[in-house]
């Protein structure tokens, strides 16, 4: 069935460094792919999405690229900050099932 | 606007009891969702309406595990006979028509069955 893997986490950064989180899927055909964000005491909040491949997804200053031939969409950003302490989650969705297909989440703590 | 409220936030039920959760999507969306997250784990789909239409129910553990959404609006996600297992967060989803695929989520129902 479908998948997705994410680097475990916590991923401890200071304010201003690169972040990269991994995500891998499993999948047949052509899933959209999303990175959902929750910050503490908050719902799931959708950050970016990709629907086919090479498209790049971009908000917030992090963008993740959806590479069909690694099958990866992996989450950048070039400078975090506190305020992005939260737990990233990666999720797939097949054409015609709306149901997501979360990984486990990766817990980013960002430290002044 | 609102977004999607979920009720009660916290239950604590004993085992063997009845539960009933509560979700009340976004004013007009027709999609709504649900699913279960275990402690330190990703969000895991149980059920998807359409409407008042159960389109897919393939995520539901167990025939314990009831949905329904009887006017296409509020939906009540029920657990009989509780058991430790279905201790979880439970999330609730809506998404309007069309192709985006977003889904908006509300803030879940801690679930504790001692």
């Known amino acids: 069935g479908d998948s997705v893997t994410q680097m475990e986490g916590p991923v401890t950064l200071s304010e201003e460094a690169f972040l990269t989180i991994n995500c891998t899927y499993t999948?047949?055909?052509?899933?959209?792919l999303f990175w959902y964000v929750q910050y503490p005491g908050e719902g799931l909040q959708l950050l970016l999405k990709?629907?086919?491949?090479?498209d790049k997804g971009s908000n917030k200053g992090f963008e993740a690229t959806y590479r069909k031939e690694t099958t990866s969409f992996h989450l950048e950003k070039g400078s975090v900050q506190v305020s992005d302490s939260a737990v990233y989650f990666c999720?797939?969705?097949?054409?015609?099932?709306?149901?997501?297909?979360f990984g486990s989440g990766t817990r980013l703590q960002v430290q002044p | 606007g609102a977004g999607v409220s979920q009720s009660p936030r916290y239950k604590v039920a004993k085992r063997g009891q009845d539960v009933a959760l509560r979700c009340d999507p976004i004013?007009?969306?027709?999609?709504l969702f649900w699913y279960q997250q275990a402690l330190g784990q990703g969000p895991e789909f149980l059920t998807y309406?359409?409407?008042?239409?159960?389109?897919?129910k393939s995520g539901l553990p167990s025939d314990r595990f009831f949905a329904e959404r009887p006017e296409g609006s509020v939906s009540t996600l029920k657990i009989q006979r509780t058991q430790q297992e279905d201790s979880a967060v439970y999330l609730c989803a809506s998404s309007s028509a069309g192709g985006s695929y977003e889904q908006y989520f509300g803030p879940g129902t801690r679930l504790t069955v001692t």
């Open positions: 004013s007009g969306h027709v999609s």
């Open positions: 999720a797939l969705s097949k054409t015609g099932r709306r149901a997501l297909t």
């Open positions: 309406f359409q409407n008042e239409a159960q389109l897919d």
């Open positions: 999948a047949t055909g052509y899933p959209s």
């Open positions: 990709a629907t086919k491949a090479d």
